[in-house]
């Protein structure tokens, strides 16, 4: 599943770089008897399998032996899981600052506790909502961090303007052409004044975020010209009636 990152867009391109290593391990590997099993059923009966704690801590095992040989790291054991803290920017940015990660990819109706408990350093989910296996959470993760790794996006300004970078929304954005069955792109962004687009992309991003995602402000502190440029889209858009 991971050959999809390894081969195209911005990881692959950081990966052949240098700029981050990428290693999949498989726990399977790991397995000592003839059927190489990595689950069993759930005890106390019922439906679905559970992934084994032999193989996973044998795999972890060998990973983090690896990596203290290779950079003398000691990396941190996440698992991806539904039950895990909400993946956020803030979640992404933190973990780019690490100097190793080991995500742990859950399948069937997970991992057997013990494993957690024993090895788990976080928990992370994407999301309320279950996927079946924890390998498309983890590239969800991978593909955040290695964004915020310097060199690896051709602008870091693209980086910084993301959506909740700084708390916020991105504004909207257009290319050519300009008029497109009579939907203009917005004469400020073809002024060529620089200091009027900067304030226009930051009200936009401000009124996106009051529209879309109020939560987002309630625990933010505007800055002096944010306030101004919020309050003033407000009412504006009052007396427009909207
Ligand atoms: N029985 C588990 C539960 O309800 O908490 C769900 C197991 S799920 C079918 C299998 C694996 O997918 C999990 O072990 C986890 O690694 C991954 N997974 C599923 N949903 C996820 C989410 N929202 N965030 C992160 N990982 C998830």
Redesign the pocket.
């Known amino acids: 599943m991971f050959t999809a990152l390894k081969q195209d867009g911005i990881v692959a391109r950081a990966l052949d770089k240098g700029l981050f290593d990428l290693e999949i391990t498989n726990p399977r590997d790991f397995t000592t008897d003839n059927y190489r099993r990595i689950d069993d059923k759930t005890f106390g009966g019922g439906a ?1 399998m559970v992934m084994k704690i032999e193989p996973l801590e044998l795999a972890l095992t060998d990973l983090k032996k690896r990596l203290e040989q290779k950079n003398s790291v000691k990396p941190l054991v996440i ?6 803290k909400k993946v956020t920017q803030a979640v992404i940015n933190n973990l780019a600052t690490q100097d190793g990660v080991v995500i742990v ?7 057997d506790e013990r494993f957690i408990e024993r090895n788990v350093d976080l928990e ?11 390998e498309i ?1 983890a590239m969800l993760v991978i593909d955040g961090v290695v964004r915020q790794i310097p060199g690896s996006m051709n602008s870091i300004e693209s980086v910084e303007h993301d959506s909740f970078m700084d708390g916020l929304l991105d504004c909207p954005h257009y290319t050519v052409p300009r008029d497109y069955h009579g939907f203009k792109v917005p004469d400020v962004l073809l002024s060529g004044n620089h200091e009027l687009i900067r304030q226009w992309r930051l009200q936009q991003g401000l009124w996106r975020t009051y529209l879309r995602r109020p939560d987002l402000l309630e625990n933010k502190q505007l800055t002096k010209e944010q306030s101004r440029l919020l309050n003033l889209m407000i009412s504006r858009n009052k007396i427009e009636g909207k």
Do not use: K, N
């Not at 990819?105 to 991992?111: A, D, F, K, S, T």
């Not at 992370?124 to 924890?134: A, E, P, R, T, Y």
């Open positions: 679905g698992y991806m899981s539904p039950q895990g990819c859950g399948r069937y109706e997970g991992v992370l989910s994407i999301g309320d909502f279950v996927v079946s296996g924890g959470p």
